[in-house]
């Protein structure tokens, strides 16, 4: 692995291991570092443990054995340090666009006009600019995963994590959204773990790649793609031949 022998990880994974009562380990003994800075995907099929995992890594499980280490210190916890988008955009009806975003803000304290203009910024970033005091039910499922994206971002956490965040979105959009959200990490340095099912999505936002089936990560790629990525490398041979190796692994696992 690139980053054995490294000093301390950002993200750490160490040997584990997730069951729910009365199951079979979910997780099972996972071993997977970060380091600063960097975009990892995890990518399986459904029902391999992928969003159990995420959930280990922002504290919001805890493993029964095994430990999440972040910076350093273990995670007991989810806290500020760590945005968290889930597959469903998740947004509360009676709050405006901006109110959405600044949730995580107010759930800590009152927001002050600083955070509103971060929140607006970010809004802005994400071409949402026009629509901050747009309720949810006024906004199309891809301007509702932009606002997802913006409160996951408020608070600037240096971790993202991310469940299949644009799964639910035409081809167009979701390759929209992907380059906003590749721009936006690489302005702010950002370490992000992005959960997807899509191959073509994982080698295209991917620095690292872990192939995840029954519990366990089966195999790994690092992806030396050109960054800044463009839509135009999608038709690439590179490109192509990463999605490739890729699909014959995932049929091997018998995923
Ligand atoms: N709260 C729960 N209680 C019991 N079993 C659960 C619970 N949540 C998930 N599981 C089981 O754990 C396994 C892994 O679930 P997980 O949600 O991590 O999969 P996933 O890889 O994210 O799947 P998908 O791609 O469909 O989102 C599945 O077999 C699922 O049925
Ligand atoms: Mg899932």
Redesign the pocket.
Known sequence: MRTEGATVAFLDIEKVVFT????AP??DGVDWRMQAGEFHCLL????????????LAAGLLKPQSGRIVLRGGELAAPGPQVGFMF?APTLLDWLSALDNVLLPVSLQRRPTPQDAQRALRLLDQLGLASHAQHHPRQLSGGQQSRVALARALVLEPPLLLL??PFAALDAITRAELQDDLLRTCRERGTTVLF?T?DINEAVYLGDRIAL?HG?RIVENWTITLPAPRMQAMRHGPAFNDYCARVRAAMDGAGT
């Open positions: 729910y009562p009365g199951r979910v997780v399986g099929r459904s029902g391999c443990g992928k969003t159990t995992l995420l959930k597959q469940d299949e959960v099912h995840m519990g």
